[in-house]
């Protein structure tokens, strides 16, 4: 990793205008006593934060000092700054020389502050026993299966927060957080993946346990960075200090006038009327995924939280189609998979569903299971045997297909036939807004799909709350954002979601439900969703339900 190339080592450069910006939020701000304050950067790379943090060092310590001191005795402990890749680390200490030298500094105090400051090697593995005012900087993003297995087992060993499949910026956030003063603040940019998905719970329980979580801002499609990158990044600045409010910006046009007029207002003592920074309180609860949404937004969830059952209470199944592992192999045009008949099951994915109801394509897949669950004999399905055979290598490379050699033909998940005939909903996984198609029985669903059946609710009307602003507010609190501002639609958001009982639910109201969903038109099903939950008028808005369209419903 220390020799290699910036895309694997998970290297990203930062712009001068972004890290100003995270700079005035973390307080890092040259009227203030910078000398007094100890900032570490953990992954200095190209020297990106680390030379506007020298700039403001030495102004801070010009105005405060001047002549009077020993600038290197009194600077020497104002930074270190860590890099791991070899010829980064070489390349920033000629900046920071000079940058030094241009400020006037001799040869030999550029020398001896740059010796002072910059240290090569891991920051994960490096002993550091000081604590830090401040902590900026732009983690690597390097995914666990690119780091050699001893160097992920002896992250393991160190950092509690490597959980799952975590990428490596989650221990280097842990660990910068552990070596921060009482007061002090870290200011990172990073991938925003950790802030509500599984891999993130043990470093969100741990600031929700320890710090306070004081600005966050979502970076996804600005220009944050000096290349396209494909994770979506967010500004967050976490204090070591006990828990308060949260304010919160989004999406900020990058320039330097914006962005620090857009630092002023966030770390104002008291925020404006204005709509560009909002306030939350409890954003990090536990291991829950952080609720960043907007506040009124906030109030309504935690409202039907408090209120209603969770949907899988309520009588609904939440679930994803099947995944085959070879589908180029178990998936073609039904009519030409040369089985037995009993051997294929017409199937949906996310291309017959497009224009909102179900346009079958004419796909199938081989189901290779029986009624009891159990593989079948190839023997008793010559037809089965012959064309699974004939593709026999490209099954048994299957990971599934190693592990079990015997059951050599499954596919990854366990095939149902008999839920071909249940109707139910159908949701691709990643979209602007919900996309809830009716399936009446007759296709089983594809791994590019999540579907819901119901034993209580009626179908359309269970579609009209999908597809209603309410499910949006939902899934756009509990999952992580695309490019774009697209939404993933996944089992585990979807399960989030509250859903009164229908044995409770109106006659007239039922009726009105059926025929939202039916429609599939998005303010009838609002204004029906809007009657269903009991939604005031601040609650209404918040889901885009209008006056003239609450009225007609």
């Not at 857009?262 to 560009?276: I, N, P, R, S, V």
Request: with cysteine; hydrophobic share 40%; net charge neutral.
């Amino acid at each position: 990793m220390a020799e290699s190339g910036a895309e694997s080592r998970g290297a990203v450069f930062t712009r001068r205008e972004v890290v100003n910006f995270i700079l005035d939020l973390a307080g890092y701000t040259a009227d203030k006593p910078l000398h007094k304050a100890r900032l570490l950067e953990p992954s200095m790379g190209q020297g990106d934060f680390l030379t506007p943090v020298i700039d403001r060092l030495l102004e801070a310590y010009g105005r405060e000092v001047g002549d009077k001191g020993n600038i290197v005795k009194d600077l020497g402990g104002c930074i270190l700054a860590v890099e791991l890749h070899h010829s980064s680390y070489e390349h920033t200490r000629e900046l920071v020389l000079d940058a030094l030298t241009a400020k006037e500094l001799k040869p030999a105090q550029a020398h001896s502050l740059a010796d002072h400051w910059l240290k090569q090697g891991d920051f994960l593995l490096l002993p550091l026993e000081r604590e830090f005012t401040h902590v900026i900087g732009n983690p690597p993003y390097v995914r666990q299966e690119l780091i050699p297995d001893v160097l992920i087992a002896e992250y393991r060993r160190r950092f509690d927060t490597i959980f799952d499949r975590a990428d490596i910026y989650i221990p280097f956030i842990e660990h910068s957080l552990s070596l921060l003063a009482p007061g002090g603040r870290l200011g990172f940019i990073c991938a925003d993946r950790w802030t509500k998905n599984r891999y993130g719970g043990p470093l969100r329980r741990l600031v929700a346990e320890k710090f306070h979580l004081q600005y966050f801002v979502d970076m996804v499609d600005t220009d944050a960075f000096l290349s396209d990158v494909i994770a979506y990044p967010a500004i967050v600045v976490i204090g070591r200090e006990k828990e308060g409010p949260t304010r919160i910006a989004a999406r900020p046009q990058i320039d330097a006038d914006t962005l620090r007029q857009l630092a002023k207002t966030m770390t104002a003592a008291k925020l404006g009327k204005g709509a560009e920074v909002s306030e939350v309180t409890h954003a990090a609860v536990g291991d829950e995924p952080w609720m960043l949404g907007a506040p009124e937004e906030l109030n309504l969830v935690r409202r039907l939280e408090a209120e209603f059952p969770l949907v899988e209470d309520a009588g609904c199944k939440v679930r994803i189609g099947v995944a085959t592992g070879a589908d180029q192999v178990f998936i073609r045009p039904f009519d030409e998979l040369d089985v037995e008949p009993d051997r294929k099951l017409p199937l949906a994915t996310t291309r017959d569903i497009l224009t909102g109801t179900v346009e079958w394509r004419g796909l199938g897949i081989i189901n290779p299971f029986g009624r009891d669950g159990k593989l079948v004999a190839l023997k008793d399905y010559p037809k089965l045997k012959a064309y699974l055979e004939c593709y026999g290598a490209t099954i048994k490379a299957r990971h599934c297909a190693k592990k079990n050699p015997d059951n050599w033909y499954r596919t990854i998940d366990r095939i149902y036939p008999e839920l071909t005939k249940v109707p139910k909903l159908l949701i691709p996984d990643i979209k602007g807004e919900a996309h809830i198609v009716y399936e009446p029985g007759e296709l089983y669903p594809h791994h590019n799909l999540y579907y819901v059946t119901s034993s209580e609710w009626n179908l359309h009307a269970l579609q009209a709350v999908l597809l209603s602003g309410v499910t949006r507010i939902f899934i756009s609190s509990y999952s992580t954002k695309m490019r774009g501002g697209y939404l993933r639609f996944q089992a585990q958001y979807l399960r989030r979601l509250r859903l009164p009982r229908w044995s409770g639910v109106s006659a007239p109201l039922r009726a009105k439900l059926i025929k939202a969903g039916k429609s599939r038109d998005l303010d009838t099903c609002n204004a029906a969703a809007a009657e269903l939950y009991g939604l005031n008028a601040e609650e209404r808005h918040a889901i885009g339900v209008t006056a003239g369209v609450a009225d007609a419903a």
